[in-house]
């Protein structure tokens, strides 16, 4: 369960538009956290983005390590809070993460944010579900 699978990634362009354009995001610092319902045909709960921008940070090392970090971070808290969590509402999810800090964060402030982001995504989903069944 703690693996990142290549199904787990998010590739296709057409849903990244949709996920982009109608999706729900909020802000917990420094993470952009998008996410939008899926009625993809997948085996996982949710299908990943992950997202560093080239302008602020210039060279290719930073953006790796970056990158590294986050699907490390996501790799393991997934199977502790996430995929539970989606598993016991029958939903699928396509989630954009997108870091917007100016630095390079360690990964133990970094994973602690992570948390904190998790924890208000599945607020929100609950929120949406509880308004869509009314």
């Not at 199904?7 to 949709?18: A, H």
Request: charged fraction near 30%; aromatic fraction near 12%; charge should be positive.
């Amino acid at each position: 369960m703690n693996s990142f699978k290549k199904e787990e990634r998010l590739c296709n362009i057409q849903l990244i538009e949709k996920l982009y354009h109608n999706g729900s995001s909020f802000l917990v610092y420094p993470f952009r956290i998008i996410w939008l319902y899926s009625e993809a045909n997948s085996e996982f709960p949710v299908q990943v983005l992950i997202s560093i921008p080239k302008k602020k940070f210039k060279r290719a090392v930073d953006r790796n390590l970056l990158k590294r970090r986050i699907r490390e971070i996501y790799r393991i808290q997934k199977s502790e809070d996430l995929f539970p969590f989606l598993n016991e509402r029958s939903e699928k999810i396509v989630l954009a993460i997108n870091y917007i800090g100016n630095e390079i964060a360690e990964y133990a402030s970094m994973a602690k944010k992570f948390n904190t982001a998790i924890l208000r995504l599945k607020r929100n989903i609950s929120e949406q579900t509880c308004s869509k069944s009314l």
